[in-house]
């Protein structure tokens, strides 16, 4: 069964400083890992997604995550934090192979300080 | 429609009664999904339709909750006599293929008083 575990429910980062939102995964076949952002009283959007090939994706917005299979890790992470990211930020896999079904992590929530 | 639709965007109800939200997804994803959003707290994974499989259903926290969808049309979620721990935002999302993003309605707000 897949699993998705985001460490950290809340961050809180300076305004120019760096961003690392944690992710570790669990799935017993080859996962699609996504990252989601849902900015207050607004949908779910997607931010970045691993499939397959290069393992390091760009999203919008500056963002970027590393897929590290040894690891199980899809961590998330800005060089500088905006303002304009302080967001809710969820971690998503879904399998590689045989189903559509996607489990979500619990979410993290970033401030971003002036 | 382009995007994703659900109806209501609010819904207030009495305790025990029945609530039935509508997601009307986008044209020619296959897969579609629910799930539930308490204040607060991640997406709680509900149920998933996928063409014309069986629907996985794992996520149905109890048999007050059924789901149903037509092809690859519409799919309406009740809630039959419900609770106040009920209450929360309910997602509807759709896909067209296993490796790409999921497609988000607005949500259903559900009070339950």
């Known amino acids: 069964a897949q699993s998705v575990t985001q460490l950290g429910s809340h961050v809180s980062v300076s305004e120019g400083a760096l961003v690392l939102l944690r992710c570790n995964y669990s799935?017993?076949?080859?996962?699609?890992l996504f990252w989601y952002v849902q900015y207050p009283n607004q949908g779910l959007q997607l931010l970045l997604k691993y499939t397959t090939g290069a393992t390091l994706v760009k999203g919008i917005n500056g963002f970027e995550a590393e897929f590290k299979k040894s690891e199980t890790s899809f961590h998330l992470t800005k060089p500088s934090a905006h303002m304009s990211d302080a967001a809710e930020y969820f971690c998503?896999?879904?399998?590689?192979?045989?189903?559509?079904?996607?489990?979500f992590g619990a979410g993290t929530r970033l401030f971003v300080k002036a | 429609g382009a995007g994703v639709s659900q109806s209501p965007s609010n819904k207030v109800t009495e305790k025990g009664k029945d609530v039935e939200l509508r997601c009307d997804p986008i044209s020619g994803h296959t897969a579609l999904y629910w799930y539930r959003q308490r204040l607060g707290q991640g997406l709680e994974f509900l149920i998933y339709?996928?063409?014309?499989?069986?629907?996985?259903k794992s996520g149905l926290p109890s048999d007050r909750f059924s789901a149903e969808r037509t092809g690859e049309s519409v799919s309406t979620l009740t809630i039959q006599r419900t609770q106040q721990e009920d209450s929360a935002v309910y997602l509807c999302?759709?896909?067209?293929?296993?490796?790409?993003?999921?497609?988000f309605g607005p949500g259903t707000r559900l009070t339950v008083t």
């Open positions: 998503a896999v879904t399998r590689g192979t045989g189903g559509f079904k996607t489990i």
């Open positions: 799935s017993s076949v080859p996962p699609y």
């Open positions: 339709f996928q063409g014309n499989s069986a629907p996985d």
């Open positions: 999302a759709c896909t067209r293929d296993r490796g790409h993003e999921q497609y």
